[in-house]
């Protein structure tokens, strides 16, 4: 399971309002200075779902690896459709599609930071072959989508309770280099491959984190002063894994340090992880 995000903007002010208002996010914290926006009333009132963190002038890296989406997981389809509404009344662009195991709404943050928006189909309709996932790109019924989001009652404006990070998706400069870390180091299973691209997850999840290199084949990190991703966190179950992570991200030669309870490493690209329980 994975817990916030921390991403780089230029303007925290703007990407506030952005948020808030597209979005339907509220403030949870501030702490050390970087706020913090979760749904207030569940998990992310604790734990934030996005953090923003300042880094002025920042702009989209061009070819570089980093950031392909994060992935926002509402917990059900009317809750998707009021997300759609909220974006159409705030005229934001955005992108569909019928992925089988979900239903996505894609779009851009002021920075260019990719989001989507989808709830997942239940896990009985989600079909595996051999231990592969089935998933595709297949049109989304957008009208229908909002016509469910008057089914279930909801707060106008604002996040669904229960709404948390559900993936991340990253473009990286090697998808097998990538599969070797989050897969041979951290321990995710491989659960799809598809067109340039691996899915890797936990617990029979369809992904926790997508991994491609469509248009950053070879392609250095993203500079640390550009917008993108910062950081996320993985949730483990106990500290016993906590310590296993450890020990094997140390034998693989990568750097660890531990803070507050929490596991922090590097991946090939400079992302930040911090592992808690």
């Known amino acids: 399971m994975l817990g916030p ?26 702490a050390a200075g970087l706020p913090a926006l979760g749904v207030p009333g569940a998990e992310g009132a604790d734990f934030p779902i996005v953090v923003l963190k300042e880094t002025p002038e920042a ?4 070819h570089a690896s980093g950031l392909y989406h994060f992935a926002i997981l509402v917990p059900s389809r009317p809750a998707l459709g009021r997300a759609l509404r909220l974006l159409a009344r705030a005229e934001v ?8 195991v979900s239903e996505a709404l894609y779009l851009s943050d002021p920075d260019g930071n990719g989001i989507e928006i989808y709830r997942d189909r239940p896990r009985d309709q989600w079909k595996w072959d051999n231990g592969t996932v089935q998933m595709a790109t297949e049109p989304l019924d957008l009208e229908d989508l909002l016509r469910e989001a008057e089914s279930e009652p909801g707060a106008s404006g604002q996040l669904t309770s229960g709404t948390r990070i559900g993936h991340v998706h990253l473009q990286v400069s090697d998808v097998q ?25 936990a617990g029979g999840y369809h992904h926790h ?3 491609n290199s469509w248009s950053s084949r070879g392609a ?14 993985i949730k483990v179950p106990t500290t016993e894994e906590q310590s296993r992570l450890a020990g ?5 030669g990568v750097g660890v340090s531990e803070s507050g309870g929490a596991l922090r490493a590097r991946d090939p690209w400079n992302i930040g992880l911090e592992v808690t329980v």
């Open 220 to 233: 250095p990190p993203a500079p640390p002063g550009s917008s993108g991703l910062e950081s996320f966190v």
């Open 248 to 252: 094997r991200l140390q034998d693989a």
């Open 5 to 30: 995000v921390t991403i780089r903007v230029a303007d925290v002010s703007r990407s506030l309002r952005f948020y808030k208002e597209a979005l339907g996010f509220q403030p949870v914290s501030d």
């Open 93 to 100: 662009p955005i992108g569909q599609a019928d992925h089988l």
């Open 59 to 62: 702009g989209p890296a061009r």
């Open 209 to 211: 984190l997508g991994l």
């Open 177 to 201: 280099k990538a599969v070797r870390f989050y897969h041979g180091i951290l321990g995710f299973d491989i659960v799809a491959t598809w067109q340039g691209a691996a899915f890797v997850s």
